[in-house]
């Protein structure tokens, strides 16, 4: 069974950084794709990042292009997202998911059948 948990979540002022860290269990993960979601308070979930955990092709919403790394520790079953230059808009629950398969919709929440229990990131300003 696919687990997926999330930590490195807190709050930090504007321009400050965080490092979020999603460990995977349960299975080989060389062939999925593993997303970063969020959502903020009256949003709706929306796409943040993810990578292809096998040859580590990464994707990024407009939003945090240049702001945010998403990355993988192979050996250690682990997806990070390095989050700088935080702003206030930033703040929201975020996400770790895993589609098992090399999917074009890598940014549609529903393509992932697994997910983490999230971590609250809170930027203040």
């Known amino acids: 069974q696919v687990q997926l948990v999330e930590s490195g979540g807190g709050l930090v002022q504007a321009g400050g950084s965080l490092r979020l860290s999603c460990a995977a269990s349960g299975r080989t993960f060389s062939g999925y794709t593993m997303g970063w979601f969020r959502q903020g308070p009256g949003k709706e979930r929306e796409f943040v990042a993810a990578?292809?955990?096998?040859?580590?092709?990464?994707y990024y919403a407009d939003s945090v292009r240049g702001r945010f790394t998403i990355s993988r520790d192979i050996a250690k079953n682990t997806v990070y997202l390095q989050m700088n230059s935080l702003k206030p808009e930033d703040t929201a629950v975020y996400y770790c998911?895993?589609?098992?398969?090399?999917?074009?919709?890598?940014?549609?929440?529903?393509?992932?059948?697994?997910w983490g229990q999230g971590t609250q990131v809170t930027v203040s300003s």
């Open positions: 998911a895993g589609n098992p398969t090399i999917t074009g919709n890598y940014y549609y929440s529903r393509a992932y059948p697994y």
């Open positions: 990578i292809r955990f096998g040859d580590g092709r990464t």
